[in-house]
């Protein structure tokens, strides 16, 4: 059964991959599995349709026959669970690519939405400039400390899973923001991701999205 994905209709990305649609996609596209996209405008996401598959009117969600999810935590791993390529045979190198995912979404990438939210919402707030250092901070510790783990291999653990998937959707969320490119080796690792055929199908699927919105 194809499964189907909510996505923004008109993303304010403007098509550079960092909603979180794109890990969706990019897994999807690893595992080789076709999907439809179901687009939504903000207000859409605000009503009772939309609520009934995600509680917090928020993209991405994922309906397959009767099973609808939402957090694109929950749907990568359920697409990892269910199709070769994502996930290790082994049981436990299965569950450190899984703690992966988690330590992307959990530990590592809420400094960086913290970061990005002050950046777009307090930038006006007398407090901001002292705070910034402080947001930004907390943004390198995590960076340090994975880029120290990570070293000289390609991946997280072994081959890429997705933890790294999910990981390096995360550290693109620091696009522009010239953060990740003081971490050689993270970038190097971000440019590893990007450069899977898989992640160039599902970035260009985003972005001719966003260009078609902007043409009509
Ligand atoms: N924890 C949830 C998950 O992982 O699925 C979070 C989902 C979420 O934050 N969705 C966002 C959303 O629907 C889109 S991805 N926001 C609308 C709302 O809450 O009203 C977040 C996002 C949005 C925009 C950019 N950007 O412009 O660069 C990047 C990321």
Known sequence: MTPTITAFEQS????????????????????????????????QMREPAHRALHPFGQIPTYEEGDLALFESGAIVLHIAERHAGLLPDDAHARARAITWMFAALNTVEPPIVELGAAAREERDKTWYEER?????????????????????ADWLDGPFSAGDLMMVTVLRRLSGAGIVEKYPRLSAYVARGEARPAYKRAFDAQLAVFLAASTT
């Open 12 to 43: 304010p990305d403007r098509g550079r991959g960092l909603a979180r649609d794109m890990r969706v996609r990019w897994a999807l596209e690893e595992v080789g599995q076709p999907y439809d996209v179901r687009l939504v405008s903000f207000s």
């Open 132 to 152: 910034r250092p402080i947001l930004e901070g907390r943004v390198h510790d995590r960076l340090d400390q994975l880029s120290s783990r990570l070293a000289d």
